[in-house]
């Protein structure tokens, strides 16, 4: 009897041991940061014109298809992951910074013709007084 006593515990704790590590949760994907950075892209995709191409937009491009590229590895750790999320936070910002300078330039050229619209109106109207 005593001799079957080391080998059932030994039996126990190799069984506990495989129970943990069968339920332990596998990495979990960064999906909402992945989608978060697809959305800002997108935006932003519409506010940039072809005569502005925008470095801030590519960078967000680059860095939303390494972290696609992570997350997609079929022996992924959480520490690729972590990676994955972090370069789509990145992407996210690169993205947002693109789309506010596209109407930051967007706003300048309209101010720019709205200006010329006014001197227009303001030289009209001189022509007009003067009559």
């Given at each position: 009897?005593?001799?079957?006593?080391?080998?059932?515990?030994?039996?126990?704790?190799?069984?506990?041991?495989?129970?943990?590590?069968?339920?332990?949760?596998?990495?979990?994907?960064?999906?909402?940061?992945?989608?978060t950075a697809q959305?800002?892209?997108?935006?932003?995709?519409?506010?940039?014109?072809?005569?502005?191409?925008?470095?801030?937009?590519?960078?967000?491009?680059?860095?939303?298809?390494?972290?696609?590229?992570?997350?997609?590895?079929?022996?992924?750790?959480?520490?690729?992951?972590?990676?994955?999320r972090r370069l789509?936070?990145?992407?996210?910002?690169?993205?947002?910074?693109?789309?506010?300078?596209?109407?930051?330039?967007?706003?300048q050229a309209r101010?720019?013709?709205?200006?010329?619209?006014?001197?227009?109106?303001?030289?009209?109207?001189?022509?007009?007084?003067?009559?």
């Open positions: 009897m005593r001799s079957t006593l080391p080998m059932r515990v030994l039996v126990l704790l190799a069984s506990a041991v495989l129970l943990v590590a069968c339920t332990s949760n596998p990495p979990e994907k960064p999906r909402g940061a992945l989608a959305q800002a892209i997108t935006l932003a995709n519409r506010a940039v014109t072809q005569k502005a191409q925008s470095v801030p937009l590519y960078e967000a491009e680059k860095k939303l298809n390494q972290a696609r590229g992570i997350v997609g590895k079929p022996d992924a750790t959480e520490e690729d992951y972590t990676k994955a789509a936070e990145k992407a996210t910002l690169d993205a947002r910074l693109a789309q506010v300078q596209a109407e930051t330039h967007q706003a101010k720019i013709e709205l200006g010329e619209i006014l001197e227009t109106l303001r030289e009209d109207l001189h022509l007009e007084g003067a009559e």
